[in-house]
């Protein structure tokens, strides 16, 4: 590919226009560095101009998640499991997705809506186990909501003799699909934690599935029957996607990095099959590193813009971060039998801005790809946003594969601001396609933050709308559903 390589000597920025770039009344450099390059890797980008956009744009009721009403926020009656030393308690539940067709729409299992979620002890942050809840068609209400149990027993795990499946010390988020012929097919990400806990002792992620069987004993029950066809799928390569080894082998936690594999999500196109998926980047994508703040395909904007904002942030706290920074939504494209068939290069990548774009989400409306990805402010090294802000960001394409553009002109979709103590405080927002003719799709997400309330857990939000159209969203107003409500 290209490099083109900067060479004439940059403008000098006035103050005014430092300002609105958010880099302060610093002194900048006038001239350019001989290392500035231009290299796009033939992926989308989320760039820092378009971020930059942000803090504007989000004070717009057009991005702002409802306010939910705090005395109408309820534990799910049914998300009850014994812990560890034989008691009967209450769950935190909190990353769920819907049992979906193969076009994302949600799918129904003899006459019910089915949810995967994440849920565990709120007294036990390594307590992270995928639960499946199930709701007749047609019910809305959160009380309606059963809990079938956990989809994997304590020794599922080693029974396929996998490699990467026995280290499993916590199941976390992906996706669930209603295959053609009926069978439902998990994805999810096979986490390895502490040694203590029979783990690697890093942050070990790898996409993993397996067909999740369940009955119907009685007309009103549904119970999970155990597992078939278990196996690992992908865990990194190193050239497209950072793997493990790399995290490690460059300082692990201890050097400010965050590795990221995870949160695989099903969707197919014209016959093939493929997983999106959280990731870093790998050494032939645009690896992390300072060299990265040399690159003006990640900054966006102007070359005066590129100049001024590297300037800053070279002379900024977030410089290491940044430097750090080079979160991916991956795709590889599997078999008929759930293995490996291709890597492929990332949908696109978040270099400088942020580590984590997670729960990755796409899907197809009106002839365009729409792709969804959820993050924290507290990750990013965006001058003008705070620790407390949370954001869906969106893009769309004219096809699965990019290239991606940002929706509403920056990216920005989802906006909330609130502390994480609120009871309302909610996160990990899911878009649902529909089969209606209108434009309007529901979101859901998790309310409460887990582990911070004796008597108030994680638990379905109330859902509400999102209306999506070409290139534009705006949240609808008024449009509060149940709490954990799939369809209306």
Do not use: C
């Amino acid at each position: 590919m290209k490099i083109s390589k900067y060479l004439k000597q940059a403008t000098a920025v006035t103050f005014a226009t430092a300002l609105l770039v958010g880099g302060g009344a610093q002194s900048f450099a006038k001239e350019k560095n001989s290392t500035d390059y231009n290299e796009d890797y033939d992926i989308s980008h989320i760039t820092r101009y378009d971020m930059h956009k942000f803090p504007e744009q989000q004070k717009s009721d057009q991005f702002k998640v409802p306010q939910f009403d705090a005395s109408s926020i309820k534990n799910i009656p049914s998300a009850k499991d014994y812990d560890k030393n034989g008691n009967l308690i209450d769950l935190d539940v909190w990353d769920s997705w819907p049992l979906q067709n193969a076009d994302g729409t949600v799918a129904t299992y003899k006459g019910y809506n089915i949810v995967f979620a994440l849920a565990g002890d709120p007294k036990d942050g390594n307590d992270t186990h995928i639960y499946v809840f199930y709701q007749k068609v047609g019910e809305t209400s959160l009380n309606s909501w059963k809990n079938a149990g956990r989809v994997f027993k304590d020794n599922d795990k080693f029974v396929p003799n996998d490699p990467h499946l026995k280290y499993q010390t916590q199941e976390w988020s992906g996706s669930t699909t209603l295959t053609k012929d009926g069978k439902i097919r998990l994805f999810y990400t096979n986490f390895s934690g502490a040694p203590e806990d029979g783990g690697t002792g890093y942050s070990k992620q790898t996409l993993t599935t397996a067909q999740v069987n369940l009955t119907q004993p009685d007309h009103n029950t549904i119970k999970v029957d155990g597992v078939e066809d278990y196996k690992s799928i992908f865990d990194g390569d190193g050239k497209i996607y950072q793997n493990v080894q790399q995290f490690i082998d460059e300082g692990a936690f201890s050097s400010g990095d965050n590795h990221t594999l995870r949160d695989p999500h099903y969707v197919e196109d014209n016959g093939h099959k493929y997983l999106v998926f959280e990731a870093n980047t790998g050494t032939e994508t645009g690896y992390q590193g300072d060299d990265q703040l040399n690159n003006s395909a990640f900054f966006g904007g102007n070359k005066t813009f590129f100049q001024s904002e590297k300037n800053a942030l070279l002379q900024s706290a977030k410089k290491h971060d940044a430097s750090l920074a080079n979160g991916a939504l991956g795709i590889i494209e599997i078999n008929n039998d759930y293995t490996l068939k291709n890597v492929m290069k990332p949908l696109i990548t978040s270099n400088t801005i942020t580590d984590e774009i997670e729960r990755a989400n796409v899907f197809k409306k009106d002839g365009k790809w729409y792709l969804f990805t959820d993050s924290r402010g507290a990750k990013m090294t965006i001058d003008g946003i705070g620790t407390k802000d949370i954001y869906m960001l969106g893009f769309v394409s004219n096809s699965l594969t990019g290239q991606y553009k940002p929706l509403n002109d920056s990216g920005l979709v989802l906006h909330m601001d609130l502390d994480p103590y609120d009871i309302t405080f909610n996160y990990s927002h899911f878009v649902i396609p529909n089969n209606s003719k209108d434009n309007n799709l529901v979101v859901t997400s998790y309310a409460t933050n887990k582990g911070y309330f004796n008597d108030h857990h994680s638990t379905f939000a109330p859902s509400f709308l999102l209306n999506l159209k070409g290139s534009k969203t705006s949240v609808v107003k008024d449009s509060v559903l149940e709490q954990g409500q799939l369809t209306r």
